[in-house]
């Protein structure tokens, strides 16, 4: 009987320690929620729409914080306005089954924030149901379009900037051999891939490009797994890659990852993967896709904060840096060939498919 | 034999105080206020919004729990209702979209699909453990992943709209508006409550209501209800009296997959606009393993699932007032864990109690010479 008894407890300290153990870890992210409040009271220097101070709000999608690309991104953007303007902002995350992005929405614009950011797609789903009952709430969508009068759709021409790197690691590749790592096979990511494909021949017209996808259309669970983003990335360096470029968001760590063991190259996408790499991950980072997210929110902000928020789609693309490439860590082999093919491109010389 | 009725009250009531206590250790010791999070609680908790919210949620939890309820009962552990739901949800919202019927046809049709599609599947677990003696554990749990590799299939295969028809996620076509489920609002109004903007109340609750009653007189009205039970607690004496133990498990998990096929519509139904479609947003993962929690909480028991189901629901709410606090929201996971531990901890220890008064009553009993020493004449 006693020793059934410290059974029973002796469990009940391991569930508790491992729920302990599981809150650390969530607070080394950063926790969930901050706000920063830059500054006092703000001057009527706004049309937010509400009174009082200029309140911006973000809301992430499932597991986007922490993700060192896509979202984080948009989280320097949000950051950097908020200590350049008298703004105060806070950004929010989902539960981890995406029930609640449409509550954290109308949670933040009932408290009267006057702009919302959703970042991502999925927001695309939630959005004209709510921005219908908030008409003196601005919003803005990263990666979609919603059309409404009070909605900033922001999006980029990720194809141009995965030219780019393509025509790099066709540069760069000895073995004439590339591959590319997508998270989930949605029409998004393919633009990823077309560009890279397109880029990659354009320099090197023998070039072996192996394309491989995480999760299929309609399972997101891509996005959110290093753990299969390294084993996806390993297959395609022991088939005989020699650089990688992902578009897996978090997933793409595993990728960078599978790059150290396998000491071959890889490209980050969104941020600059480089900067937010581990010393020993540095040198196999050959470049990464800029997708300038956060200047995309920052632009945002700015207009917003200044009273010229204007509704409808801002395309972000390499002829407004909207995307683009690092140079960090010098491996590129000739920057200058690379920049002549974005200038064909803005030019219209070069056209970069949107699709495989 | 009779059932100490202050015990078995006590328990749930004894488990989650325990619960709440050993969340505010945790809340202490990371560094939070408990009382915050409880001022949040009191403060938004019972807004309309929330209730509504609540509601909501409740209702395909209790579906999931009785899915789940129904294989405990003859000790089945269907822990494949996850794959079930989700890909019926996926069958029902195409074919849904894919036919025009009149309003009540229309719903009763689309009802039937989810119903067909999560007891089939169901029904291969069913068959492997009847004829080949798989654990249902074992294969439900792989055709989980399956389920899921086979929806994302079909739907960028055959079930999705074309794209760029909708933006957002990838899902199947709208559903035509016979095929939706009125929302409640207008009721709720016109009992005097004033619903903020964007709220809505889902019919989905009278679903659940109707498989709650329809579980109840299954269970405790019917022969198959009773062989139901007679399997889970004395398989052998259920066999002698007849019983066919194979069959009772095929049907058991059929009938489990077909309510587990009704968890997932409760969005795709009674959505508004261009959202009433199966997408990743409208149809969220994961009710199944929320399923097997709330038939733990509830005790397999149709009232005690509902209100395992609202608590839960009440739960996930909070989680949006919560994370607008600056409060960490994973509180509520804890909670959510923590109550179930609890409770099934609390009635383990009440069957415990139970079992020692009745051998001492037993021992009382038969103080004087035992009535079997006795020999006949």
């Known amino acids: 009987m006693k020793q059934k008894r410290w059974g029973v407890f002796f469990i009940l300290f391991a569930v508790i320690s491992l729920v302990l153990a599981g809150c650390g870890d969530d607070d080394d992210d950063g926790g969930d929620t901050t706000t920063t409040e830059a500054g006092g009271d703000s001057g009527d220097n706004g049309d937010s729409g509400s009174s009082g101070d200029l309140k911006v709000g973000m809301v992430f999608d499932v597991g986007g914080k922490g993700d060192k690309s896509f979202n984080d991104s948009a989280f320097k953007g949000l950051t950097e306005a908020a200590e350049e303007f008298d703004v105060e902002v806070r950004e929010l995350e989902p539960d981890a089954e995406g029930s609640n992005r449409e509550a954290l929405m109308r949670q933040l614009a009932d408290e009267g924030y006057g702009l919302i950011i959703g970042v991502g797609f999925a927001f695309a789903e939630v959005m004209p149901a709510i921005v219908a009952d908030y008409p003196d709430t601005e919003f803005a969508i990263v990666d979609s379009v919603v059309e409404a009068d009070n909605v900033a759709s922001l999006v980029f021409a ?24 997508g998270g989930v096979e949605t029409q ?29 259309d309609g399972d997101f669970s891509g996005f959110a797994d290093p753990a299969r983003g390294k084993t996806v990335a390993a297959g395609l360096y022991a088939g005989g890659a020699d650089i990688v470029y992902h578009a897996a968001g978090q997933s793409g760590n595993g990728v960078i990852e599978a790059a150290v063991e396998a000491d071959a190259l890889v490209i980050g996408v969104d941020s600059n ?14 470049t990464s896709m800029l997708k300038r997210v956060d200047v995309a929110v920052f632009n945002t902000i700015e207009a917003w904060v200044n009273g010229e928020f204007t509704a409808g789609t801002s395309l972000f693309s390499l002829e407004n840096d909207g995307v683009g490439f690092a140079t960090d860590g010098d491996l590129i082999v000739d920057v200058d060939a690379i920049n002549e093919l974005r200038d064909q491109i803005v030019a219209g010389e070069i056209e970069v498919p949107t699709e495989p | 034999m009779k059932k100490n009725w202050k015990l078995q009250a006590a328990a749930p009531i004894l488990a989650l105080v325990g619960a709440a206590v050993i969340a ?8 939070n206020d408990p009382g915050d999070v409880l001022q949040v609680i009191v403060d938004d908790g019972f807004e309309t919004r929330r209730v509504v919210d609540t509601l909501n949620r409740a209702a395909p939890y209790y579906i999931a729990g009785v899915a789940v309820a129904i294989g405990f009962k003859m000790t089945l552990f269907n822990i494949g209702v996850e794959g079930q739901y989700r890909l019926a949800a996926l069958v029902a919202a195409w074919a849904g979209a894919s036919v025009n019927l009149p309003a009540p046809l229309h719903v009763l049709f689309i009802l039937m699909v989810a119903v067909i599609t999560g007891a089939a599947w169901a029904a291969i677990p069913g068959l492997l453990r009847a004829t080949r003696g798989v654990h249902e554990v ?3 749990i792989m055709l989980n992943s399956i389920a899921l590799g086979l929806g994302a299939f079909l739907l960028h295969r055959w079930f999705r709209a074309p794209a760029g028809e909708y933006p957002g996620a990838v899902g199947t076509e709208v559903l035509p508006t016979p095929g939706r489920l009125p929302l409640l609002n207008g009721l709720v109004e016109k009992l005097g409550v004033d619903l903020p903007p ?50 009772m498990v095929v049907v058991t998990m059929v ?69 607008s606090a600056q409060l960490p929201k994973q509180i509520t996971a804890i909670l959510q864990g923590v109550a179930v531990l609890s409770v099934v901890i609390a009635y383990e220890v009440v069957r415990r109690i139970e079992q020692r008064q009745q051998a001492s009553s037993l021992r009382r009993d038969s103080e004087p010479p035992p009535a079997s020493e006795v020999a006949p004449a």
């Open chain 1, 158 to 181: 990720e194809h141009e900037g995965s030219f780019l790197v393509g025509a790099i690691a066709a540069q760069k590749s000895e073995a004439g051999h590339i591959g590319f790592v």
């Open chain 1, 188 to 216: 998004l990511i393919q633009k990823f891939e077309a560009g890279f494909v397109a880029g990659a021949k354009a320099v090197n017209p023998d070039i072996v490009v192996d394309v491989k996808y995480i999760t299929p």
């Open chain 1, 273 to 286: 993967q480089y900067l937010s790499a581990s010393p020993e991950a540095q040198p196999h980072i050959l």
């Open chain 2, 24 to 31: 505010g250790i945790i809340l202490a010791a990371t560094g």
């Open chain 2, 138 to 140: 074992i294969s439900s």
């Open chain 2, 198 to 247: 964007g709220t809505r109340l889902q019919s989905y609750i009278f679903i659940a209501l109707i498989i709650g009653v329809a579980y109840h007189l299954v269970i405790s009205r019917t022969r198959f209800g009773f062989d139901l039970r007679a399997s889970g607690s004395n398989p052998e004496a259920a066999e002698a009296s007849g019983v066919d133990p194979k069959r």
């Open chain 2, 255 to 323: 009938l489990s997959g077909a309510v587990a096929g009704l968890i997932g519509l409760n969005n795709v139904m009674s959505n508004v606009g261009d959202q009433a479609r199966y997408t990743d947003v409208s149809v969220v993962g994961g009710l199944g393993f929320t399923g097997i929690a709330i038939a733990l909480l509830g005790r397999n028991h149709p009232v005690g699932i509902a209100l395992g189901a609202l608590l839960w629901a009440f739960m996930d709410a909070l989680q949006t007032p919560l994370s």
